[in-house]
């Protein structure tokens, strides 16, 4: 009888054999089953099964970027904006990890003409097709391969391939403007010359050229119409084309992060930021837009572009919104019946826009229907300003149009609005860019003059967050904190970084919608995982809007009901520290000609 073991078959099934046996201990399973059997005896689950998926999930191989792909949708205005999706691959097949989509980043201000807002229209679309071409060329190739928790590290690699980018655009820029110069030279060089043309006619009379200069006017000559004086906007910043690009991937990126460790957003990016889980998060306390006003309403005053609503600190969050909410309904109720049906066209911020002329009737109002609800304005609840001195500030003049047709100076501005509504309206706890960035010396005086009353905060007057950060941009005038919007090329690394110089400075630390924003919710949990002090998401009426607040509602539930809730026991807020006196002497060295030298560069 012939020995089984030299049959061909059998050789070959015991060479597979050996050859298991080697795979499976070159990869370390037969200790890891051993260990999730035992691990699985102890602890007796009742879904055996789920415990061997979540066990060999965590020794899995570590995600990595594999693919990126990006698409142009629609924001909240019927603008174009970014999306971006991040693939992983395994074993030979791309499953998606997240995607994300952003803001679109609205440059103009409200007193732009509408030429100049048909050229933003533009441009946006180009640079949302730009970043396009970006994402699926030159910055996904360099970060294919990267982990997806190695959130640091991806956004280094986009900044750098960003600056790649600019420089490459910078260098045809230049080479299209010399091939134009010398395209044009050597056009003059190949046209004949031009005969002289007489301005004396036959018989010493003025010709035809001389009457086209000095002689009657030509009856069906257009007419001039003289220029109507536009209000400046602030300095605008040189914006790269494709640029928000960066802020889609590092988004997408932290997503990703977040569900390979299966966990909330918050949870991945709060330890980003402390460099280590952490045991309780703080729910940043929500400026609800209650009212819009500015140059984009109907109305003439200028100074309040959105009044907002701001509960004490240690008022819980659904307490907070809930009352807010009940409160925005009821001032709508109210001015609809006062000024009739138009009052309840609601802004980009997703709050009634009723058309007035002093600011006044605006903050009356919400005291009447805060009164009428038994809302305690001043104890329980407080308001903000948002003034937005851009959208009036006259670069000409060197003033602002705070009223339509009226200017005032920077002292005025201080001494007369400011002060005198803090001085009426001891509730108000916080201005945001009152004045323009140019204007140091008004900075100063406002600062000095309310700093221990309210808070002054800078939005656009601070720079974009990736300015701050990246370019180490600073304020040349004290302030109370930064408002951030998280759109074009800012990272979620950005966004931590100013929140730790925001903690080691012991200033607030604002994270805010945009005007023209999404659906996405990724800006909510980004808030909550930096540790923002506050959160400026808007009114309640706009889909976008309520997807944030909805979203604010499901963390602060999630971290309430986990015992982890950082909630405070302040009823009242503290407000800002002295400013060192070396710091006062070189702000004020500094505002000497700041207005005009501002204005002449930009």
């Known amino acids: 009888m012939a020995d089984p073991r030299k049959d061909p078959q059998f050789q070959k099934i015991q060479e597979m054999r050996r050859q298991a046996v080697l795979y499976y201990k070159e990869n370390g399973v037969p200790e890891l089953m051993e260990t999730a059997l035992n691990k699985m005896f102890f602890e007796k689950p009742q879904d055996v099964y789920m415990f061997l998926v979540e066990f060999f999930q965590n020794h899995s191989k570590p995600s990595t970027i594999d693919k990126v792909e990006a698409g142009e949708y629609f924001d909240s205005k019927g603008q174009p904006t970014l999306s971006c999706e991040i693939f992983t691959e395994s074993n030979g097949k791309f499953k998606r990890l997240s995607g994300a989509f952003v803001s679109s980043f609205n440059q103009l201000s409200d007193a732009a003409p509408s030429e100049k807002r048909d050229h933003d229209d533009e441009e946006r679309s180009r640079g949302v097709k730009a970043a396009i071409k970006y994402i699926e060329g030159p910055i996904g190739d360099a970060i294919k391969g990267c982990l997806v928790s190695e959130q640091s590290a991806v956004d280094d690699i986009l900044r750098s ?5 600019q420089d490459e655009e910078a260098e045809k820029e230049r080479q299209a403007v010399l091939e134009a110069a010398a395209a044009a030279e050597a056009a003059a060089a190949e046209a004949p010359a031009t005969p002289a043309t ?18 009657k006017a030509d009856k069906n000559a257009p007419k001039e119409i003289p220029k109507t004086p536009e209000i400046s906007e602030a300095p605008k910043d040189l914006i790269f084309s494709g640029a928000q690009a960066v802020c889609a991937v590092s988004s997408a990126t932290a ?37 819009s006003g500015g140059r984009s309403v109907a109305g003439k005053q200028n100074v309040i572009k959105e009044l907002l609503l701001i509960p004490k600190p240690s008022l819980s969050t659904t307490v907070a919104i809930s009352k807010a909410k009940d409160l925005s309904y009821r001032l709508t109720i109210d001015l609809s019946k006062k000024m009739g049906i138009t009052t309840k066209m609601m802004s980009d911020q997703g709050a009634p826009a009723p058309a ?21 304005i001043g104890e329980d609840y407080f308001l903000g300003v948002h003034c937005a001195a851009h959208d009036f500030w006259d670069s000409n003049k060197e003033k602002y149009e705070a009223i339509s047709g009226v200017y005032k100076s920077a002292d005025e501005m201080v001494d007369t609005i400011y002060v005198d509504l803090v001085n009426k309206y001891p509730s108000i706890m916080a201005f945001i860019d009152p004045l323009v960035p140019q204007d140091v010396a008004g900075w100063n005086k406002l600062y000095n003059a309310l700093r221990d009353r309210c808070y002054v905060l800078g939005e656009r007057s601070l720079g974009r967050v990736d300015q701050v950060i990246r370019e180490g941009a600073a304020a040349e005038f004290p302030h109370s904190g930064h408002v951030v919007q998280f759109n074009h090329s800012a990272t979620v690394s950005d966004v931590v970084q100013l929140a730790n110089l925001c903690r080691e400075r ?30 400026k998401i808007g009114g309640f009426c706009r889909g976008e809007r309520a997807a944030k607040y909805n979203r604010l509602l499901e963390l602060y539930k999630m971290v309430d009901n986990g015992g982890n809730c950082l909630q405070s026991d302040q009823d009242v807020f503290t407000f800002n520290p002295e400013v060192p006196a070396d710091e006062t002497d070189a702000n004020a060295d500094q505002t000497e000609g700041t207005l005009a030298e501002a204005d002449a560069t930009s």
Request: aromatic share 4%; charged share 20%; glycine share 10%.
């Open 356 to 376: 007035v002329d002093k600011w006044e009737q605006l903050l009356d109002a919400t005291l009447e229907a805060a009164a009428a609800l038994n809302i305690q």
């Open 255 to 291: 997503i990703a992060g977040a569900v390979v460790r299966s966990m909330p957003p918050f949870q991945y990016i709060a330890e980003l930021t402390h460099g280590e889980a952490q045991e309780g998060y703080r729910i940043p306390i929500p400026m609800v837009t209650l009212l």
């Open 506 to 535: 012991e200033q607030k630390l604002v994270v805010s919608a945009s005007p023209g924003d999404t659906t996405d919710t990724l800006l909510v949990d980004l808030a909550v995982g930096v540790g923002a002090h506050f959160i």
């Open 161 to 165: 391939t960003l600056a790649v980018l």
């Open 198 to 215: 007489s301005d004396t006619g036959a018989k010493g009379k003025p010709g035809k050229a001389a009457k086209e200069k000095g002689g």
